[in-house]
């Protein structure tokens, strides 16, 4: 694995803490903590800690920062960051990754060259001290990410740190755990990252086929099988719904499959794994008003997010077999591209009325997950930047899961709360399915503004064979609108590493 982690690796260093060679040791603190809990640590900064402690000026909420020089000449780190982590009452993996984005966010604006973070000790029981190594390390390079990749006049967005996890206090038989957490975080961290990277990419740039030919190139050399149809081939399957919405472009469709395939892998099961794949949304000839249209080159998180988490399944060596597909194409208005009551026919036979060309995601879509169930997906998960009325309903920081039966939904939510891409339960109810029927056709492709992202994720049901299905709308949690001290403005890498983790969980499908 190690030498296709494009990133450098991060060392661990077991050293006690006087030891550890780096510019800045970066401390998680404890609300309530008294400084005398670490003496240590006090003496070191001179008393510094103790003094910010009484005065208030460092309490230890969550993402409070204070850099302080080391005193104590024995030491090797010439200065000591305090990262607030909150009570520890409330603490957690999510939390851990939270703190370490914002505390390697201060490091990178310091220009600091080597850091450490160090580990929190003394952990109660419920938590992990793997699964909190693995999580600070996504934390630390996910703060790595830049979003002005095209600027050539700027200040530098700063330069991260040559990282290094300082493991001093962890109990010697759970050291080998952490250092292979460590290098599973910062996988997980770099493949969201290098999903961020795609969907941050403008769409004159990223057409459907660069986004072809870029997710070959980030795959290739992990293991897996990368194909990718043409409109052509698309048409021979008969994929209706897909070239229906690429007939407004001039760029033409395109279907990427990867494959993780391992060898002694059981037949089943078979996680498919389907992203939206829409380089850009212009609405279609239902155009979109032009207020914040360009935040629509990110129509294709979803997609990306499922080449970027096949890309580590196969690294981290996933033991079941795993299939990606990525329908991408433009929705584009064009003279030929198609108009609200056109009828467009799925691969999966069903036929579809458009009412409204904007309401794209769900076509493609719909022969994307017919297309996973016909190479033998046995559960199904799609992610898309579907509804704008799911960021109505849940807002920026929380993306809608939908899906059957509850169980394999229920596995999803855990396993996406754990690996911070926080999801929230919404419904499927039959009745509602009435809104999305058609006089002329099967179904229409939208269903009026009440209950926008339930009739989206009911028209996805229709393609998914009565196959256990998980439906992401990631329409409000793809791209941070305003900056927390943990998420830059830009794209997030949602659902990248939920998707990674859920290929590891299938012991408990049955
Ligand atoms: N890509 C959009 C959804 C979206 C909206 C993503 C806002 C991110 C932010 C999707 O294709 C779309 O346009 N959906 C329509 C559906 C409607 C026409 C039924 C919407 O949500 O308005
Ligand atoms: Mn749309
Ligand atoms: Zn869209």
Request: charged share 20%.
């Amino acid at each position: 694995m190690s030498e296709a982690v494009k990133t450098a690796q991060i060392a661990c260093t077991s050293e006690p803490l006087s030891g550890v060679d780096v510019d800045v040791l970066i401390v998680p603190w404890f609300e309530g903590e008294p400084a005398a809990s670490v003496p240590v640590l006090d003496e070191a900064v001179g008393g510094e800690l103790a003094r910010a402690i009484a005065a208030k000026e460092f309490e230890g909420r969550p993402y409070e920062f204070m850099l302080t020089a080391v005193v104590d000449r024995s030491w090797t780190a010439r200065r000591i960051a305090l990262a607030g982590a909150g009570r520890l009452a409330d603490f957690s993996g999510d939390l851990a990754r939270k703190v370490a984005t914002s505390a390697g966010l201060a490091m990178k604006q310091r220009r600091v060259d080597r850091a450490a973070f160090v580990l929190p000790q003394g952990l109660p029981a419920r938590l992990d001290a793997a699964e909190i190594a693995q999580a600070v390390t996504e934390g630390l390079t996910l703060s790595e990410f830049n979003t002005g990749s095209y600027k050539t006049a700027d200040i530098p967005p700063g330069k991260p740190p040559i990282w290094s996890i300082a493991t001093a206090g962890i109990p010697a038989d759970r050291q080998s755990a952490v250092m292979t957490a460590v290098q599973r975080g910062r996988l997980l961290g770099e493949s969201s990252n290098l999903a961020r990277e795609m969907a941050n990419e403008p769409s004159n740039t990223l057409t459907p086929r660069e986004f072809a030919s870029r997710a070959e190139a980030l795959v290739a050399g992990c293991g897996l099988t990368f194909e990718v149809l043409d409109e052509k081939r698309i048409e021979a399957l008969g994929m209706g719904l897909l070239l229906g919405v690429a007939r407004g472009s001039h760029e033409p469709p395109r279907l990427m499959i990867i494959r993780h395939n391992p060898p002694g892998a059981p037949a089943a099961p078979v996680l498919g794994l389907v992203g939206k794949g829409i380089t850009f949304d212009t609405g279609g000839i239902s155009l979109k008003p032009a207020d914040g249209m360009e935040r629509m080159k990110d129509d294709m998180a979803g997609g990306s997010a499922v080449v970027c988490a096949m890309r580590a399944i196969a690294m981290l060596n996933a033991p079941i077999r795993v299939i990606g597909v990525v329908p991408t194409t433009e929705n584009m208005p064009g003279g030929r591209a198609i108009k609200p009551g056109d009828v467009l026919k799925s691969a999966e036979g069903k036929t579809v009325e458009v009412i409204n060309t904007d309401a794209e995601g769900r076509l493609i879509l719909g022969d994307g997950l017919w297309y996973a169930r016909h190479l033998g997906a046995t559960h199904l998960v799609d992610v898309a930047t579907l509804t704008g009325a799911i960021v109505t309903a849940l807002g920026k920081l929380t993306s809608g899961l939908f899906g059957t039966p509850q169980s394999w939904v229920d596995i999803v939510r855990r396993v996406a709360d754990r690996a911070g891409d926080r999801t929230w339960p919404m419904p499927l109810f039959e009745d509602y399915r009435e809104q999305i029927k058609s006089e002329i056709a099967d179904m229409a492709n939208t269903g009026g503004r009440p209950a926008g992202s339930v009739t989206a994720a009911l028209f996805l049901k229709e393609f998914t064979g009565g196959l256990p299905w998980a439906h992401i709308d990631i329409a409000g949690t793809a791209w941070a609108e305003d900056a927390k001290p943990y998420l830059p403005k830009g794209p997030s890498g949602v659902a990248v590493r939920t998707l990674v983790e859920l290929a590891f969980t299938s012991k408990e499908w049955v």
